[in-house]
């Protein structure tokens, strides 16, 4: 019986996410990853520049987390372009790749207008020399063309780009920013550190999706899903395909708990099958083949060791603690406590975060408290490493630990201090408005603006209200989300009676 639970759960899960997104799903999430794979298998050095044509340009444009493109109109024959290539891959070195200098900032592409595919596209975008250089957001180009006419285009022709130094000195002016062709990478001066920017927050939902890609990479590589941690992977698989606030992890998790009992079946360990799945294992990319994508947009540190992980991890907690309902905050509780003790592999994080859950000594009945709970713990850690970090210069020196929020991004949250105490006295509801509002809202803000999974404008729309202030619900959505908290229930109810029927395990207090 439990079983049908869980297969009609999952089903309904499925459902909810599959009837939203466009067929052509699967072949645009790899679009990218394709793209760059191909540059570089063309020889010893890899073209850093992604190459795009008319049928993947909008995709490719629609889906990266970069905030500016640079598209190159060129010809494969014309030796000017030839010539020009290897001042146009300098730039490219610098923002393109996992292995950028500058990950995440521009996206450096061309079309070769001499592939008849391209014809079209090229002429939209009235192509009159090579190589002609255009900037722009890169949702502004998707479904788009430039006129050399137009008044006012969101599109500009890059008209100083002669020379990779010209180039670059052209994007410095229109950035602000003093990138150099000789960057190295992790010298990252150009990062702002600027914590009263809420803006900021909106592109860690790609850090999200990066943590959670990472964080089971590292669990699937460690081999750490053993008869021990298995029910507890199972839970928070639970909770992230009903909770994360990317569409693609969802559906990954979903997935996942599909073939989670044919890839880890209880005699697992005891049988030779260990070897024979590791393929399958392997291959599973719980968000999309795209992810990990090897590089941090909000939690990108000034230093190569700083913040990333860590810093993506928490994040995907806050805005999971944000997105559950009354209901389901004491097993998101059991959920959270027992994965990072099981999957978090730093010792002292573990360690630390298990005395915090032990010490909580109440049921949480209330999303709300639970949400609060999250924050302070991380507060206290946040407490504690300032210190460590001030006294062994090992913190980053752009991201400074903070008692968090600060007053920049939350003046409401503060009543005042205790002097007694000194101790900061929080206006708790104010607090919680603006969790919900930081990892709820504005966390999935982009998500929304570029559409980034569907065409139907669904996937924004559905991740603003799983936040608990829900704002105007779209009918379509609202069934999503019912659909995706029917499975969520059927899921946890099917996990409460495999636990019934298991040797009962450490709980937390
Ligand atoms: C569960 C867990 C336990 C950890 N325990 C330890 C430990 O014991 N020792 C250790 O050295 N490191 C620990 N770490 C790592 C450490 O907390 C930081 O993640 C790491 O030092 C990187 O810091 P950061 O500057 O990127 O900010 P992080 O602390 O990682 O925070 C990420 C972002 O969350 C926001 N934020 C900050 N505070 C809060 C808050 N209270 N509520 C909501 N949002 C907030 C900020 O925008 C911040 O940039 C732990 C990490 C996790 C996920």
Redesign the pocket.
């Known amino acids: 019986m439990s079983r049908v639970y869980l297969y009609l759960g999952v089903l309904l899960c499925m459902i909810s996410l599959c009837c939203s997104s466009p067929s052509s799903l699967g072949s645009r999430r790899s679009i990218l990853r394709e793209v760059q794979d191909n540059g570089k298998s063309g020889g010893d050095h890899p073209d850093y520049a992604v190459e795009l044509n008319a049928s993947n340009f909008d995709a490719v444009l629609k889906e990266t987390p970069a905030t500016f493109a640079v598209v190159e109109f060129f010809a494969h024959w014309c030796p000017a372009c030839r010539n020009y290539k290897p001042h146009y891959e300098k730039v490219a070195r610098l923002f393109n790749g996992a292995d950028a200098v500058h990950p995440g900032i521009i996206l450096m592409t061309r079309v070769d207008c001499a592939s008849k595919i391209n014809t079209k596209l090229c002429d939209k975008f009235s192509v009159g020399h090579y190589p002609m250089l255009f900037w722009g957001h890169p949702s502004k180009f998707v479904g788009s063309g430039w006129e050399p006419k137009q008044e006012k285009s969101d599109i500009r022709v890059v008209d100083d780009a002669r020379t990779a130094d010209r180039l670059l000195n052209w994007i410095n002016i229109q950035l602000g920013s003093s990138f150099g062709l000789d960057d190295q990478k992790f010298q990252n001066d150009h990062l702002s550190a600027n914590i009263s920017d809420p803006v900021q927050i909106a592109r860690a939902i790609y850090d999200v999706e990066e943590a959670t890609s990472t964080a089971f990479d590292i669990i699937l590589d460690h081999k750490m899903i053993k008869p021990e941690t298995r029910a507890s992977l199972i839970k928070f698989l639970q909770l992230l395909s009903a909770h994360h606030p990317s569409r693609r992890c969802r559906k990954g998790s979903a997935e996942f708990l599909v073939s989670f009992d044919d890839l880890y079946p209880t005699d697992f360990w005891s049988t030779n099958k260990q070897e024979d799945d590791k393929s399958s294992v392997k291959n599973l990319k719980i968000c999309g083949k795209d992810v990990p994508r090897g590089y941090w947009m909000f ?1 990108r540190g000034s230093k190569n060791e ?2 990333g992980f ?2 993506g ?3 995907l ?2 805005s999971l603690s944000v997105r559950i309902e009354d209901g389901e905050s004491q097993f998101t509780f059991n959920a959270i406590c027992d994965f ?1 003790h099981n999957f ?1 592999i ?1 010792e ?2 573990r360690q ?2 298990y005395e915090m859950c032990s010490s909580v000594s109440t049921h949480f009945n209330k999303a709300r408290d639970f949400a609060l709970w999250l ?1 302070s713990s ?2 206290k ?2 407490e504690r ?1 300032m210190k460590e970090e001030a006294s062994l210069g090992t913190g ?1 020196p752009k ?1 400074p ?1 903070t008692i ?1 929020p600060p007053k920049q991004l939350c003046s409401s949250c503060y009543l005042g201090l205790d002097q007694r105490m000194n101790k900061i006295e929080w206006n708790e509801d104010e607090v919680y408005k603006f ?1 919900t509002e930081y990892y709820g809202r504005t966390l999935a803000s982009l998500y929304k603006d570029r559409d980034i999974i569907g065409s139907d404008g669904t996937e924004g729309a559905e991740d603003l209200i799983v936040a608990t202030n829900a704002i105007v619900v779209p009918v379509g959505a609202a069934l999503a989300i019912a659909v995706a908290s029917c499975a969520f229930g059927a899921l946890a109810c099917y996990w409460r009676s495999q636990q019934k029927s298991r040797k009962p395990r450490r709980t937390w207090k």
């Open positions: 939690c700083t913040r860590s810093c991890l928490w994040v907690l806050h990072v978090f730093c002292e994080c630390h975060f924050w991380h507060n850690v946040n490493l980053d991201f630990k968090w969790l």
